[in-house]
Each structure stands twice: as C-alpha cells, then as structure tokens.
C-alpha cells in the first residue's frame, strides 16, 4: 500500500471512531420529572434539621482521653521484667524453640 491510502484508512478510522451522540443541545435527558408527595416545607424543615445535627469532625478525628489506673508505673514495669527472667513471656524478636 501507498503512503496516500495508509493515512485515507487512518483518517477514515479516526472518524468512525467518533460516536454520535442524538441529543437535545441543553441536556434535556437529564433532566428527570417526578411527583413527590411531600411539601415544599416539609423538606426545608427536615433539611433544617439535618444540619444542626450533623457534625463537621471527621470520624475518627478525635484522642481518647487517657485511662485512669491505679497501678504504679514501676509495679509494671518489675512485673514484665520478672516475667521475661521466668520465661513466661518472650523478650527480643525471636523466641528459641
């Protein structure tokens, strides 16, 4: 083939590639008629409502307030340690089998 008939199956090609869209120019299948069943002032105080109540935080935004314990940190802290010399718990990033 010719270069001439390479870029006529080309050019060709790019146009039927292209769809057509049959369309109203403003969109006009968008655009949805329904009935509703409730008033125009029904919806405005639901939506009233809705946002008084909603909150802007995102979840999850917020620290959880520490927890009270009555036990002394040292207590821990020799406790995990004579548990480690007891063998109870493990200690480092292997256990020897």
Known sequence: MNTKSILAVA???AIASTGA???EADS???AVKFEGN???AEVVAE???VSA???????????AAPLK????V???RAQAAEAVRLGQISFGEARPL
């Open 11 to 13: 050019a060709f090609a």
């Open 28 to 30: 006009s299948q968008f």
């Open 74 to 76: 040292k207590v821990v």
């Open 21 to 23: 869209y049959a369309d």
């Open 69 to 72: 314990s009555g036990t002394d």
């Open 47 to 49: 939506a009233s409502t």
């Open 53 to 63: 109540t909603r909150s802007t935080e995102p979840a999850g935004s917020r620290i």
């Open 38 to 40: 409730r008033t125009r």
